[in-house]
């Protein structure tokens, strides 16, 4: 298993926050020829080419970069109660979370706490005029009427990032409510303990929310 201390990953990480941040792009590396044979056969299990790409550089994450990054030769798995996969083990205090959009995926860790991340190509076909009435509020769908593409994806990957960093998902009504953030790139809510963070990235062509709780 090769480890890949050769690839180019980028540094997305805010300065000063409690958490690593980093991304690579999908074109950067023949990842499925780094990945432990079982990583290879899920990753192989993708029949579209850009799917099974990010699927290998996923697995390398998972199987390399946080063995690598947590001192361990390999890490342990269990599920949450919503079905998310949580680290056990050795990597039992540490929270861990992967995004990808377009050809780039992107990996969250922290110490002590539960993290998501979501990473959003503004140029992803969606009819976000039918997804912001199931999932914004009236006040959200103002502004993102306002702001356009780019303040959808901003807001949905803020809402993204937490749900993933709650454990759960989309479905049951798990909407959340006002974590827009306007316009700082940093929010706290003292009740819940959850901070948001987001930006642009990539030339201003993705939205990037990253939460903790």
């Known amino acids: 298993m090769d480890r890949g201390t050769d690839i180019p990953l980028q540094d997305w990480a805010w300065p000063g926050e409690p958490f690593r941040l980093v991304a690579a792009d999908v074109a950067a590396a023949d990842w499925a020829a780094r990945l432990p044979l079982e990583a290879q056969e899920r990753a192989a299990r993708f029949t579209d080419p850009a799917a099974r790409a990010r699927a290998a550089a996923s697995e390398w994450f998972k199987a390399c970069w946080l063995p690598q990054e947590l001192g361990l ?24 979370n992967l995004s990808h959009a377009g050809g780039y995926v992107v990996a969250a860790l922290a110490q002590g706490v539960a993290i998501g991340v979501d990473l959003e190509s503004l140029a992803r076909k969606a009819d976000v005029e039918a997804l912001g009435a199931r999932v914004f509020s009236a006040s959200e769908r103002e502004w993102v009427r306002a702001g356009g593409r780019a303040a959808f994806f901003t807001l949905w990957s803020q809402k993204e990032a937490l749900l993933k960093a709650l454990g759960c998902g989309w479905a049951n009504g798990n909407v959340v409510r006002g974590t ?34």
Request: proline share 5%.
């Open 73 to 96: 030769d390999r890490v342990e798995w269990k599920t949450g109660t919503h079905g998310k996969p949580r680290l056990a083990g050795g990597g039992g205090g540490w929270g861990f």
């Open 180 to 213: 827009r953030l306007e316009p700082a790139a940093f929010q706290e809510e003292p009740a819940t303990r959850v901070r948001v963070w987001s930006r642009r990235v990539l030339d201003g062509a993705y939205a990037l929310a990253v939460a903790v709780f």
